[in-house]
């Protein structure tokens, strides 16, 4: 059984701060990750994705992944009210369909 | 470049009745998968189709069917409809069969009563 995990949250940081999101994924083989935003009662905007270990940088927001610990995690630098939303992490094995983790719920507080 | 437009946006339906949601994926792109996404489940996967075959299906009852044309816009039926079957479905397209990421559309709200 394929598994991403995140943490529910919600996850409150104050604006202006650094939010980490993290999620980890069961299959080994999982090669792709991808970062997606929901904003309540809209449907899933990609944000980010990752392919190999390290960090990957895009304006305010970084993901990490770390294959040996089947790990990844979105950073958003300055946080800001509008980055309120849930953040849904995905896997994807090639050849494979996208398992997306529950999301968690952030919470920029003005 | 239109996105993924998903039709009808809302709908309410009775147990037992069946219904017929649409989605016409990005232009150029030939693969179109469909999710359920329900307060207590997430996002789950119901099919992928690329050029007009099913290639991926996930662990939904053949209540749950779908299709793909020629021009790539897909639709899904769900069949004897149950009060649980209430959710949003979300169609996503991409270029290629599960590769890259997914583009979704606004989904469709499917409420049984």
């Known amino acids: 059984q394929k598994e991403v995990e995140q943490n529910s949250g919600p996850l409150s940081v104050p604006e202006g701060a650094i939010a980490s999101l993290n999620c980890t994924y069961s299959?080994?083989?999982?090669?792709?990750f991808f970062w997606y935003r929901q904003y309540s009662g809209k449907s899933p905007e990609l944000i980010m994705s990752?392919?190999?270990?390290g960090d990957k940088e895009d304006g305010r927001f970084t993901a990490q992944l770390n294959k040996a610990s089947q790990y990844v995690s979105l950073l958003i630098r300055d946080s800001q009210p509008s980055d309120s939303a849930t953040y849904l992490c995905?896997?994807?094995?090639?050849?494979?369909?996208?398992?997306f983790g529950p999301g968690t719920r952030l919470s920029v507080l003005p | 470049k239109a996105g993924v437009t998903q039709t009808p946006r809302y709908l309410i339906k009775t147990r037992g009745q069946q219904v017929t949601l649409s989605c016409s994926p990005i232009?150029?792109?030939?693969?179109v998968s469909w999710y359920q996404q329900t307060p207590g489940q997430g996002l789950q996967f119901l099919f992928e189709?690329?050029?007009?075959?099913?290639?991926n299906k996930g662990n939904f009852p053949g209540r749950f069917s779908g299709r793909q044309f020629s021009n790539s816009r897909s639709e899904m039926n769900v069949s004897t409809l149950e009060l649980g079957d209430s959710a949003l479905y979300l169609c996503?397209?991409?270029?290629?069969?599960?590769?890259?990421?997914?583009?979704f559309g606004e989904g469709s709200r499917l409420t049984v009563l």
């Open positions: 990752i392919y190999s270990n």
């Open positions: 189709y690329f050029s007009e075959t099913q290639r």
């Open positions: 995905a896997a994807l094995l090639y050849g494979q369909n996208f398992v």
């Open positions: 232009s150029g792109h030939r693969s």
């Open positions: 299959d080994r083989g999982s090669q792709s």
């Open positions: 996503a397209s991409s270029r290629g069969q599960n590769t890259g990421e997914l583009f």
